[in-house]
Structure formats: structure tokens, C-alpha cells
């Protein structure tokens, strides 16, 4: 039964991610959409930041604003994403102590 | 001939090199969530080559600890495929994003490299939109979605047969990792770019304002993606397109 699941999740899954693959071979889209396509990474990252970032810890919200305000701070910094994420775990980290 | 033969392998290499160490970050991200979704599967009663198995064919982190907490509490199979699929649906548009800047590709590349998007591997892969233009861009995402799913499959697989092995608090603070990579590849974009700064807040605003009207987190990330992307029509010029 369990595998019934997962082969129903994969295909609701795949199957939107793949239709895009094939839509764009066969349209020219309007510079106007080109826009719209071109911002949307820069809008899922707002998306998937917040408010997400608050349930790191679903107790207590301020833990995860604040790694993230360490996080902003070290990418604005110029640091490496790597460091950004491990500056970001440590802060956490320490908070919840 | 074979003067261009070797420049042609030389420059593969050099782009699975270039988007290996551009996706280490989503590895360090990846495992501890992995292993712990691998720890939850099998507490819920799943099989390791079941959990494994959903890691290998779905690949997506959120819906499979959705789907694996619905598996526990005994939901009904079509009910657990409908909320994947909401969920989820969020990877359509990213993929619409992502396809149309790997335009100049061959289908045979666009399809598994679609089907290997995730948030994370959409986020990194899209904020490195250069390699898209270059040649043997191709291997460069495609390192970059091998390496995601990979440490997803391995991770799950270790969470199974491993078990809790990370002490509670660090992998709780884990739980900053993926935002916090996020963030990382977000602040050198508005850097260059102030305006994509006023896009990501405006999403940021619309999925807030949704989650409080009372859309689940699948649509509300959705709508934030679509609408917030919409200010992007207003704001961003041709040459950043």
C-alpha cells in the first residue's frame, strides 16, 4: 500500500516539474513574461524565507529571525553561502541553550 | 580534431568542478535533513527500501515529511497524493523560471534537469544564471542537481539504518541551514541589484498575508512566487532577463 503512495507522490511531483521542459521548447514568450520568469527565483527565495524562517523554532520565533538577521549580516559581509550557513547554525545553536 | 576533443572534455570538467563547490552548500543543508526525515519514515512504520525508495522518486523534502506524518496518523492514500501535489505545484513555476534560462539547451538535458528541481536546487541554480550562456553550461547544473540528490538519497538511507545520530539540539539548529543558504544566495543578488530586494519582500508579504487568510503553505508559497515574481515585470530590465 505504502508503495501505491509513493509512486502517486512521485508522479504529482515529476509531472509538473517536467512540463515546463517541454512548454519552453515550443513558445516564445513576450519580453514582458521574459521579466516575470527572470524575477521569479528572487521571489521564491522571499517566498520561501518568510515566514518560514520564524517556525526554525515553533516555540520561539525570535530564534529563527535572529539566524537569519546573522545570516544577512555575513552574506552582506561578502562571506561564502557555506560560512553564511554555518554562521547561521551557530547562532541558532547558542540560542537554544 | 583532437585539439578540439580535448578543449571540449577540459571545459566539462571544469563546469562539474565549478558547480560541485557551488553545490556544497545544498549538501550541508540536505543531510541533516535527510537523516532525520530517514529517522521519522522508519519510526512511522516504513520499510528502508520504502523511505529510500520515496527519497529516490519523489525528491521532495517537505512533502515527504508530509507524507510520511500522514503514512503514521493512517490517512488515505488519494488524500496524502493531493496534498503532494499542492504542495509541490510550487516546483512547476519554478521550473517555467528555470527552463526558460536554460532556453538554448537540448530537451534531452531539460528533462532530467527538471525533474531534479527542487527549492534548493532551483534557488542555486537560478542565481548562477551566467553558466546558462556558456558552454558545457549543461554539466555545470547538472553537478549541482547529482550532488543535491545524492545527499538526499544517501541521507535518508543513513536516517534509516542509522537512527537518531545527531544529538537533538544540533540538528534542531539545523533547521536555520536551509534559510540560512537562502539568505546567502539573496543578499549578493540585491547587492548588485537593489530593486530585487523590493520582489523578495513583496513575495514575502503576499505568501505572510496569505498564511493568514488561511491558505495552506502550498499555495501561499505559490501565490507569494507568481504575484511577488509579477513586480519583477515593473522593475527588472531587459539585459537582467
Redesign the interface.
Known sequence: ??????????L???I??????????KMQ?R??V????????????????????LS??PDKSQI?LL??IV??I???I?????L??????????FL?? | MTDKAEIYSSTAVHMIKRGFITGIPIMLGYLPVAITYGVLAKQAGMTLMELTLMSVMVFAGASQFMGVNMIAVGTGTLEIIIATFVLNFRHFIMSLSFMNQLRELKLKWKIPLSLGLTDESFAVSSINKDEAKMEKGAFFYGTIISIAYLSWIIGSFLGGVLGDVIPDRLSQSMGIALYAMFIGLLIPSIKKEKKIAVIALFAMLIHALCIQLGMSTGWAIVAGTIIGGMSGIYLLKEDVA
Open positions: 500500500m505504502i508503495i501505491l503512495i509513493i509512486i502517486g507522490m512521485s504529482v511531483t515529476m509538473p516539474r517536467v512540463i515546463p521542459a517541454f512548454v519552453i521548447e514568450f519580453p514582458w521574459n521579466r516575470w520568469l527572470s524575477a521569479i527565483p528572487y521571489a521564491a527565495l522571499g517566498a520561501l524565507i518568510f515566514p518560514g524562517i526554525v523554532n529563527g539566524g537569519g545570516a544577512v555575513l552574506a552582506y561578502g562571506l561564502n553561502v557555506v553564511v550557513v554555518i554562521g547561521a547554525i551557530i547562532t541558532v545553536y537554544s541553550l
